[in-house]
């Protein structure tokens, strides 16, 4: 059975610690591929939604210092039930206050999985780069190499986004290509990524990094699908949650 049919079976419950800008995206997204989705951010209920959760995702987008609370109490929660952690550490670099609070959150919490583009990868592992706010810029560093470095440091798989994903436990990468550039024109899909390979790990995590570079090749190829029936970012978004719905599903549905 493909991890994604197993997941639309089993339903796994995703905790989003996420940012305002893409919280029902996300949602919609999540409940598109099959998972059931929980929005709360509160430090009062983070760790028993973590505890009772398949897995916790925690996406520094909109951060503010009780979301950092709540996204440490949460990781420690999950980890200590056996469930897994992704890190979106959105636009890590771009002030000292993201950076600190990402390096915080890998310091205090077992992370699973960082989920990240080139200028956050830069960020975490204090290399140069020109990123622009929260996308990837430019810069002329070894990707690959500073995934593996980074992942050995922080004991966890680093996934990549990018032209070519990537994916790493610090030792073996696995590359994925597809996608499509229209995917970069609506707010949302890295962070949505993130929640998806979150659900994958969830329902594979005896066999993470495979989960994980199932998650992105998934994606990209419901990337793909989506960008040949749509003429814009508007029509985009909406046809890429119907595209993850009916992606590899068994049984085809149609929409009228």
């Known amino acids: 059975m493909q991890?994604?049919?197993?997941?639309?079976?089993?339903?796994p419950l995703i905790h989003c610690i996420t940012n305002f800008v893409v919280a029902n995206f996300q949602a919609n997204g999540l409940l598109a591929i099959g998972a059931?989705?929980?929005?709360?951010?509160?430090?009062?209920?983070?760790?028993?939604i973590a505890k009772i959760a398949a897995c916790?995702?925690?996406n520094i987008?909109?951060?503010?210092?009780q979301t950092v609370d709540a996204m440490i109490l949460s990781g420690k929660s999950a980890r200590?039930?056996?469930?897994?952690?992704?890190?979106?550490?959105?636009g890590a670099g771009a002030t000292p206050f993201r950076k600190a609070s990402v390096l915080k959150v890998l310091d205090e919490v077992d992370v699973t999985l960082v989920r990240c583009n080139a200028g956050e990868l830069a960020a975490i592992a204090d290399i140069p780069w020109n990123a622009k706010g929260v996308d990837a810029g430019e810069g002329q560093a070894d990707i690959e190499d500073?995934?593996?470095?980074?992942?050995?440091?922080?004991?966890?798989?680093?996934a990549v986004s990018g032209e070519v994903d990537i994916v790493t436990d610090g030792h073996t990468t696995v590359s994925i290509t597809g996608g499509h550039p229209m995917m970069t024109t609506i707010t949302g899909t890295g962070c949505l990524l993130s929640s998806v390979v979150g659900a994958f790990l969830a329902v594979g995590i005896e066999s993470p990094m495979e989960a994980a570079?199932?998650?992105?090749?998934?994606y990209k190829r419901a990337g793909e699908q989506t960008a040949q029936i749509s003429k814009g970012p508007g029509d985009f978004?909406?046809?890429?949650?119907?595209?993850?719905?009916?992606?590899?599903?068994?049984?085809k549905t149609y929409f009228v």
């Open 80 to 90: 200590a039930a056996g469930k897994p952690v992704v890190l979106d550490p959105v």
């Open 36 to 48: 059931s989705p929980v929005m709360a951010d509160a430090v009062e209920e983070a760790e028993d």
């Open 56 to 58: 916790s995702v925690l």
């Open 237 to 251: 978004a909406m046809n890429f949650l119907n595209i993850l719905y009916s992606l590899d599903r068994e049984t």
């Open 3 to 11: 991890l994604i049919q197993q997941l639309r079976q089993e339903q």
């Open 213 to 218: 570079a199932d998650a992105l090749s998934f």
């Open 146 to 158: 500073v995934a593996k470095q980074t992942a050995r440091k922080h004991n966890c798989l680093v």
């Open 61 to 65: 987008g909109t951060l503010k210092q």
